[in-house]
């Protein structure tokens, strides 16, 4: 008889109880404390199997946002239909439980287990009524490292398997394991990030990183869509302090036909460099990224980034200026191939990556038939402190694959404004205002004029 993956972790959660019960049961009792000659204070046990470095982690959040006007079509998941409403509120908690055993070899066996439950109240789907929740297993991996054991250097070999997240580069294409929102909750925390499966293998000599991974992403039961891969990645350090980071990668896709055909087949090529090319001035960095989906008439198409940013780090706040071009293929309705580019697995790397704008990008602009202009002003008030500012100028690629009525290229020009206060080692703080003025490509395509105003305070705990 099968289990599904939650019932198996509630299983072994439950199975440690016990076990941890009878160990403190049967401690005897403190001992007097130690004579001023003694160096080290006996530990209490813990109740977990010793031989095993053992560590537990706790995050948590919750937030409430406001949204005047909104135009929300769900472009994290377009097969869920949500219905946003003027404010609502989006919790999550989530525990985890990670441990490594070293080898006689010196090599490691590491694992950790952790779940996820969140809550949103307002702004979720009809069909599931004016609050959603979940719970359910995220991270369930094992894995292996070389340690020292080969002479290549410590750890260039790295193995994972099971519910695992992964990540490329800054998030362009491939980020994020899992979806949320729709009957889990949890549209903006996104708190989970793992694969329903993943198999990682690293090898890591010098400054070289080579990477091949299968995985098979966490899907809403409602859109599933089957999306998984299989790729290769290469990636090559060098610089001073590994400024600069040179890659590529290969990735082969496969979905259910009938929902993702232009996925199911996919061939993805990425090229992508983060770089400070003057030794002598690092404040001075660039990012560069490019990515080819090809897959016969079932989608042919493109995208690219490139970012220029310089922070003055001699200045009082270290402001930091930065200018960012991203474009993203949209179909042409003249030729009979599709050209929209699938936007994949995108994640939140920063502010503003990728998910563009708290307004658009967040709730009614996808990763495709996009053209995008991002300056943005960062500084550091102080080592808790920090925020700034960021300016959207969004476009279309083809009008008409916005709407049959559209002719403007023109989206919306977007402001937004935020700060982080890491107010003590446990709590972040998070401010955002946003206000965006909707295009004539948006009023031809909805008939909306108004403009958009967006709030949001959040607060995250990480233990």
Not at 144 to 170: C, I, M, Q
Not at 173 to 180: I, N, P, T, V
């Amino acid at each position: 008889m099968t289990h599904p993956v939650w019932q198996l972790l509630l299983i072994s959660v439950l199975a440690l109880i016990p076990t941890a019960l009878r160990a403190q049961e049967a401690a005897p009792s403190p001992p007097d404390p130690p004579a001023q000659g003694d160096k080290k204070q006996e530990e209490r046990s813990t109740g977990l199997p010793s031989g095993i470095d053992w560590k537990f982690n706790f995050d948590a959040g919750w937030g409430t946002f406001g949204f005047a006007n909104s135009l929300y079509n769900n472009p994290k998941d377009p097969g869920v239909q949500e219905n946003l409403s003027d404010q609502w509120f989006e919790g999550y908690v989530k525990p985890a439980l990670s441990g490594s055993y070293r080898l006689a070899s010196s090599s490691e066996i590491y694992g950790k287990v952790s779940a996820v439950g969140e809550r949103t109240y307002g702004s979720v789907p009809g069909a599931f009524g004016t609050d959603v929740s979940s719970f359910q297993a995220e991270d369930l991996s094992i894995g292996w490292r070389s340690g020292n054991s080969l002479t290549l250097g410590e750890d260039v070999l790295d193995v994972t398997v099971g519910r695992a997240p992964y990540h490329l580069g800054h998030g362009f294409l491939l980020y994020d394991g899992a979806s949320e929102g729709g009957s889990r909750g949890g549209y903006w925390t996104n708190a989970r990030k793992a694969f329903q499966f993943a198999a990682i293998a690293r090898f890591k000599p010098g400054h070289n990183n080579v990477e091949t991974f299968y995985l098979d992403r966490d899907e809403l039961e409602e859109s599933d869509s089957g999306s998984r891969l299989w790729g290769i990645n290469y990636e090559f350090t060098m610089g001073k302090d590994d400024s600069t980071t040179i890659a590529a990668t290969y990735m082969k896709w496969a979905a259910h036909e009938e929902i993702r055909p232009g996925r199911d087949g996919l061939n993805v090529f990425n090229l992508r460099t983060y770089t400070s090319p003057i030794p002598t001035n690092p404040d001075l960095s660039f990012e560069i990224e490019y990515a080819s989906e090809r897959n016969a008439d079932a989608l042919d198409s493109n995208a690219w980034t490139f970012q220029g940013a310089y922070e003055f780090s001699q200045l009082t706040w270290k402001p930091k200026l930065s200018y960012r071009y991203a474009f993203f293929e949209g179909d042409d309705p003249a030729t009979a191939a599709n050209e929209s580019f699938d936007p994949l697995f995108l994640g939140f790397y920063d502010w503003g990556t990728w998910w563009q704008g708290e307004i658009a990008g967040e709730y009614f602009l996808s990763n495709s038939n996009a053209i995008s202009h991002q300056v943005r002003a960062h500084v550091t008030a102080t080592e808790s402190i920090s925020g700034g500012l960021m300016f959207f100028k969004f476009k279309l690629d083809q009008p008409t694959a916005f709407g049959p009525a559209v002719t403007d290229t023109n989206v919306a020009f977007e402001t937004d404004a935020y700060v982080d206060w890491k107010a003590n080692k446990t709590f972040t703080i998070s401010l955002v205002g946003a206000y965006a003025d909707p295009g004539k490509a948006v009023q031809q395509s909805t008939g909306r004029t108004k403009n958009f105003v967006y709030g949001m305070a959040y607060v995250a705990y990480s233990f």
